[in-house]
């Protein structure tokens, strides 16, 4: 059966860092990927997809980038973070009917 | 570009008792998928109930049936015999079919989250 990781489940880190947040799944080949961020209290906003390695296709301009080096791996990374990017991250994979998220990433930038 | 609305923030249900959640969409598009997501306080997010746009009839998982209205593009979900473990927030998503790629974006609404009283 296929299966999702993402890791850490919370993270804590100081404005200007950088940030790295890797997904990858199991049981299923060339899925399609996608990163959301979930602001406290709002829906969840599509920050980038990817059908499959090194294509990428972002959604909204921001301090954030996506990497695929790997079929079934996701990265999500940040060279300086700042104070508006702490949220709730999730990973998804997508067979051809429906999506299936990781357990999230909670992350505070201070 | 694709929007789905959810206009009720938070809704209240008596246990047992049915409620209904509202979801309007735009797109131009014919052809797509339509989701309702629960995610309760552990932030996981859970499928509950899936329609397609090409198919009339309404989908129902037990007690989730939705009532999907195409040509006013809206897709409500309502629970019947409300259980405590139905306390989520839930949201409702719409599903594009790339053209060519098989590229399926996921657009999800601000969510309603849902409280049910004992």
């Known amino acids: 059966s296929q299966t999702i990781h993402q890791w850490p489940a919370t993270l804590v880190q100081p404005v200007g860092s950088p940030l790295s947040l890797e997904c990858t799944v199991e049981?299923?080949?060339?899925?399609?990927l996608y990163w959301y961020r979930q602001a406290a209290g709002r829906g969840l906003q599509l920050l980038f997809y990817?059908?499959?390695?090194?294509?990428i296709s972002s959604e909204v301009p921001q301090n954030l980038s996506a990497s695929r080096p790997q079929d079934r791996q996701f990265i999500l990374s940040s060279k300086k973070l700042l104070l508006s990017d702490s949220g709730f991250y999730l990973c998804?994979?997508?067979?051809?009917?429906?999506?299936?998220f990781g357990q999230g990433t909670r992350l505070t930038v201070v | 570009a694709q929007t789905v609305t959810q206009s009720q923030p938070e809704m209240s249900v008596q246990e047992a008792e049915t409620v209904t959640l509202s979801c309007t969409y735009d797109?131009?598009?014919?052809?797509?998928?339509l989701f309702w997501y629960k995610q309760p306080p552990s932030r996981q997010m859970i499928l509950v109930i899936r329609?397609?746009?090409?198919?009339?009839q309404n989908a129902t998982e037990n007690r989730f049936s939705v009532n999907f209205q195409k040509a006013a593009k809206s897709f409500s979900l309502k629970i019947s015999d409300s259980q405590l473990g139905d306390a989520a927030m839930y949201f409702c998503?719409?599903?594009?079919?790339?053209?060519?790629?098989?590229?399926?974006?996921?657009?999800f609404g601000t969510g309603t989250r849902l409280k049910v009283l004992a």
């Open positions: 797109t131009s598009e014919s052809d797509y998928y």
């Open positions: 998804a994979w997508s067979s051809r009917v429906w999506a299936f």
């Open positions: 049981g299923t080949s060339n899925p399609n």
């Open positions: 998503a719409y599903r594009s079919v790339g053209a060519t790629s098989g590229t399926y974006k996921y657009i």
């Open positions: 329609q397609e746009a090409y198919k009339q």
């Open positions: 990817s059908v499959g390695i090194g294509q």
